[in-house]
């Protein structure tokens, strides 16, 4: 390659990496945005979340485009090529979470004039929190190329898991005390639903951290303890 | 490229179109086992759905580090580049169905011994009944270059989420009429959402179709009518 080339080239990849950031930075926004929706029972808080999934989703095809763009035109080899391949991962799974953040602003405004009491919110706001940590440290991971903090993100998926269960539990039993509870009780499971997925996206992306930085890709087991759908003794515990 | 060179590249496109068809008809399988272990109360079944998403898996790794290393090799350009993107793409989707498969057979386990009653497992196995006609129909389309039929597919997922509505507002009724009912209903709840997603990856699947065999993306939105999470009132008449 000539040194014009190669200086287009770079270009194409910083242009590449800033898409993802802005994705990234969009994706936390809507998340943190939908909870505080949830949180205040403020629906134009929602609305802006719902909204900006579209731009979200026009980054993603951007991001694709682009990729397949230079890769048809570079030709890269190896350690270019995996930048732009994990590129289009990331871009395709932090469409996702964003996907999952609309789908808890949705659930504010079917909630609209049925408020669950606070206590039960926490429990959810509690587990966006820790989300959005995993999905902040792991978008820096892979900016920073930072190789330890994407292992950390990657094992700290259980935590999230496991807070996801016990709101779980909590959340069935609340809908056991009183049928009056059961509406709102739905949307709270599926919103801590899509919340814990976000947090399996955060893990995906780690997995692609990996892969960028070492060439090598991981075990294809994850730390799972999601046991809602393991433990059958402990739900009906609760019944 | 000589002639020897292409033969060896056109093996490789082959053998990746091998493996996504071996994965489609696997994900098939596991969505059909799951089910028939949910209506038939057979935890073996449910079993051997878990299992083959390890396969499934595996698959997708293969379909990822062959095509990343079809794309370094042969420098493809335009169209068939086109295509193996869109195998990593189909991949991925594939693997996802995998995954929500597994998560409905993992609940026919967590349900052991206190199933709901047919009436309204009923309800789950139509609306995954509909699911597995599109995903047949979608693979299909993208097997055989079927323009016409990706887009039927694509246009028919509201279908699938009219149902999906219809089954929440069901199953919202029957916890709501007796307490006793929220545990297994919940479980159903999570299974009908799993069966709607796997709807949305055959829509998905029919995009990446259109793409491979067009050049050109679909709009950004899709068809959409799953109204749970923005019909407040329809929810709320049930109540």
Not at 198 to 214: C, Q, R, S, V
Request: proline share 3%; hydrophobic share 45%; glycine share 2%.
């Amino acid at each position: 390659m000539t040194d014009h080339t190669v200086r287009a080239y770079d270009a194409e990849l910083i242009e590449l990496r800033q898409r993802i950031a802005e994705m990234g930075g969009l994706a936390e926004k809507m998340l943190s945005d939908a909870m505080q929706a949830l949180l205040k029972r403020d629906t134009t808080l929602a609305q802006t979340a719902i909204v900006a999934d579209r731009r979200l989703d026009l980054l993603q095809r951007e991001v694709e485009d682009r990729s397949v763009l230079t890769i048809a035109k570079r030709q890269p080899m190896a350690s270019d090529l995996r930048e732009i391949i994990s590129a289009m991962r990331l871009a395709s799974d932090i469409e996702r979470i964003g996907d999952l953040a609309k789908n808890i602003a949705k659930r504010v405004l079917a909630m609209n004039g049925e408020y669950p009491p606070l206590k039960v919110v926490f429990g959810a706001v509690n587990l966006s929190t820790l989300v959005l940590a995993q999905l902040k440290d792991v978008l820096d991971a892979y900016a920073r190329r930072d190789l330890e903090l994407a292992t950390q993100v990657w094992k700290r998926d259980d935590e999230v898991d496991a807070l996801y269960t016990s709101l779980f539990r909590e959340l069935l039993t609340y809908m056991m005390e009183d049928p009056r509870n059961i509406t709102f009780c739905t949307h709270l499971l599926f919103c801590a639903k899509n919340i814990e997925r976000i947090g399996d996206h955060a893990t995906n992306i780690a997995e692609t951290a990996h892969y960028l930085i070492t060439g090598e890709l991981l075990p294809v087991e994850r730390p799972k303890a999601d046991t809602t759908t393991l433990n059958p003794k402990h739900v009906a515990e609760e019944t």
